[in-house]
Structure formats: structure tokens, C-alpha cells
């Protein structure tokens, strides 16, 4: 069974650029979400889809933080305009049918971005 | 507020010792899930286990073994006889389920470092 796709992998952009991140799940996995994981730190997350719909956006900087999943499959973060403090690895994760906390979240290699 | 607490920074280790890395975790759920999950050099997060409240048993997976105490909230992870591709950063994680929202809330990790 495939694992959760992530690209790119890396990314180097300039501050005030604008930036895409592309992840595909685990297949059948209903439930999607987006982390932000900066260095030294354990992972924070930023949006959480169940099938096409958000469940929880609470901690995720609507100002310039973006995402979507529009099929209820793919799903794509984007930051516009990024700043210094976007430096850090965006990890995409996927869960089974309901997220329900009995789910085990599977992740993907993440998204390492340097802000310049 | 769930919290998890990873005191140990990084520990090193030279290859054969056992090692236990500590978790400590608050919240207010009676039903809650614990995981342990690794991060190589590579990047991605790589699920290791998963606890709910209800089951204090200790678990062993191969050299791996866990520990689950409800009356001092931790759960703490044991690595027999080490070996060099254990090396990593473990995080210890808390799930807590918000209607049908699955939040994950991980501590800041322990790095691990064996050494021949």
C-alpha cells in the first residue's frame, strides 16, 4: 500500500514570494491534515479535512495560509506572501473514514521550506 | 488543555544499552489515545504505537517495549539493546476527539543518538 505523498520536497523561496505544497493520501484515508513542524519542535497543525470539508482551521494564519481539497482526495497548502517565520517542514497526514481519536494518523515525508 | 511533556532533550547512548525515553501527558478526557511515533534523519514521521486509556497493559514489539501508567500520566518507551538505526527523534503524542474533530498534540521530542 502506498504511503502518503508529499512534494516537493524542498523549497527555497525569498520572503513575500508565494509557495504551493501538494499532498496526496493514503488511499480510502477520508480525513487530511496539514502540520507545521518547526525546527527543535514536535509537529503543530495547521487544517484538517474530513473528505472535502474542513473540521478544524483554528490554528491555521488565514491571512496568508491557505488549503484546499477540493475532490476530497489531493489536497494543496499555500502561503502567500511568506514570511521568515514560514521557515520549518510541512508534513501532510491521513486517517481512516472518521477522525475519531481511535484513528492512527499516517504521515508523509513532509515539505522542507526555507524562507529567505 | 492537553499537553504532552518530553523532559529529555537528547540522550546518547552507546549501541547495545537500553534506553527509556520519557512521556508525560495531561488532559482532562477520560477517553483519550497515546502514540509514539519516530523521525529519522529522513524526515518523516513513522508511527510506532497507539494506547487508549482503557488498557494499562504493557506492550513489547521486538526491542521495543511500553509503558502505560495512568496514575502518574506517562508513557514511556523502552529500546533494548540499541542499535545504531535507532538513532532519531521520538515523539510522544496525545489524541484527544473534539466532536469530530481528532486533535494531535505531540511533545517536543527526545533525540536519540547511538553510537558504536
Known amino acids: 500500500e502506498a504511503g502518503v505523498a508529499q512534494s516537493p520536497r524542498y523549497k527555497i523561496i525569498e520572503k513575500r514570494q508565494s509557495v504551493a505544497f501538494w499532498c496526496n493520501p493514503i488511499s480510502g484515508h477520508a480525513t487530511l491534515y496539514w502540520y507545521q513542524q518547526i525546527l527543535g519542535q514536535g509537529p503543530k497543525l495547521l487544517i484538517q479535512?474530513?473528505?472535502?470539508?474542513?473540521?478544524?482551521d483554528s490554528q491555521l494564519p488565514k491571512d496568508r495560509f491557505s488549503a484546499e481539497r477540493l475532490k476530497g482526495v489531493d489536497s494543496t497548502l499555500k502561503i502567500q506572501p511568506a514570511k521568515l517565520e514560514d521557515s520549518a517542514v510541512y508534513l501532510c497526514?491521513?486517517?481512516?473514514?472518521?477522525?475519531?481519536?481511535?484513528?492512527?494518523?499516517?504521515f508523509g515525508p513532509g515539505t522542507r521550506l526555507t524562507v529567505l | 488543555a492537553q499537553k504532552v511533556t518530553q523532559a529529555q532533550t537528547e540522550i546518547s547512548v552507546v549501541e547495545k544499552e537500553d534506553v527509556t525515553l520519557d512521556c508525560v501527558y495531561e488532559t482532562r478526557d477520560t477517553t483519550y489515545y497515546l502514540f509514539w511515533y519516530k523521525q529519522p534523519p529522513s524526515g518523516e514521521l513513522v508511527f510506532l504505537i497507539r494506547r487508549n486509556s482503557f488498557d494499562e497493559q504493557n506492550e513489547i514489539s521486538g526491542r521495543y517495549s511500553w509503558n502505560f501508567q495512568k496514575s502518574t500520566s506517562s508513557f514511556n518507551f523502552t529500546i533494548t539493546a540499541s542499535q545504531v538505526v535507532d538513532s532519531a527523534v521520538y515523539f510522544c503524542?496525545?489524541?484527544?476527539?473534539?466532536?469530530?474533530?481528532?486533535?494531535?498534540?505531540f511533545g517536543t521530542g527526545t533525540r536519540l543518538q547511538v553510537t558504536l
Open positions: 497526514a491521513s486517517s481512516q473514514v472518521r477522525p475519531l481519536s481511535t484513528d492512527t494518523q499516517y
Open positions: 503524542a496525545l489524541s484527544e476527539a473534539t466532536g469530530t474533530a481528532s486533535k494531535l498534540t
Open positions: 479535512f474530513q473528505n472535502n470539508g474542513v473540521v478544524d
